[in-house]
């Protein structure tokens, strides 16, 4: 086996990305800063308040949103529930390959919930969502293939039917341009941690006039629409984070991402047999890849590339322990040996030809390696996936 490399290598920003310096220093501000509790009337207070609120600003502006239209949570997770909440006992649609805070969320309140269908790519087609439906939530890209939905037509379909649309934005936030009035979606779930802010913030964009219900009831923060004492630090990050992505035009930045993306691609399926790419050619992030590898299980592969420094991941970050195939795979390949054999490069912005380089040294031999423990005999039957 190769020697660990002194420099590690993560390769798991759909994950979580790393506090942007900026945003580190924005934090620790606010930590010696002489603020109070931000509902608060005194001087203090507002010095929090005016915190809450530039951040505010800062990330309606990153998604042409009126700051009025901003609700601060505690992450994407609270957010896709509190939509679901508003919703309770309505007619719900959602994709198959919906984040499992959306899935979840949905069984438990929606009076009728329809999984709607996506194709080998991951995308849902307009024309399965029902008219008698009362809200349809669709992720604008998935966490683990990386799939752009076609999310601009599915709310202009909705739309003729009076439907309200919600979208889970967190993959896709900073990676990609978002525009809320373009779109035509009522909802959008977002989190800090996914554009290198800190982890336990996010945002419920609501748009004006669109029905909304309280998750979390018992006091007036957020114009009474979540309670709870406002999370200083954590805005100021998200604050801080989203005020970078607009000033480095972060969209941008990513898609350069691709041309490295695309290389690791190309070189894994090159030089490794019987292995296949779950992400889209076309309508996917720039800087995730999914493969599957026949006769190597996903988090075997994960555990070995851990140990040679490089960091992956085999699906969503919130499933970890979970030994069910990925459901997102499942519903785009119908085939839970490819599930399980599957794992997730998502680079980032520091992201190297060195970095490639060093994982195409690496990664063969470990292949190699499970394939030779694996019970499976590659050649004997077509295995190729």
Known sequence: MLEQSDHPIYLDHAATMPLLPI???????????????????HQRGHMAHQIVEAARS??????????????????????????????????????????????????????????????????????????????????????????????AAIAKHCKKHNIFVHTDATQAFGKIKIDVRTLGVDYMTLSAHKIGGPIGVGVLYVKQGSPYHPLILGGHQENRRRAGTTNIIGIAGFGAAAAWCWDHWSCRKWAGVAKLRNELKQRILQEIPYCTCNTPAEHSLPHILNLSFAAAEGESIQLYLSEQGIYVGTGSACAAGDLRPSHVIMATKHDAEIAHNSIRFALGLDTTEADIERVMQVLPPIIARLRDMSTIKLGEKDVSI
Do not use: C, W
Request: aromatic residues 2%.
């Open 23 to 41: 945003v580190k220093q924005q934090m620790q501000e606010a930590l010696l800063a002489d603020y109070g509790n931000a509902s608060s009337l």
């Open 58 to 151: 800062q990330i309606a502006r990153l998604i042409n949103a009126d700051p009025a239209e901003i609700i601060f949570t505690s992450g994407g997770s609270e957010s896709n529930n509190t939509v679901m909440e508003t919703f309770r006992d309505r007619k719900v649609a959602v994709s198959a390959i919906e984040h499992p805070s959306v899935l979840e969320s949905a069984k438990a309140r929606a009076s009728q919930v329809t999984i709607l269908p996506v194709d080998a790519e991951g995308r849902v087609s307009p024309a399965d969502i029902s008219p008698d439906v009362d809200l349809v939530s669709v992720m604008l890209a998935n966490n683990e293939i990386g799939t752009l939905e076609p999310l």
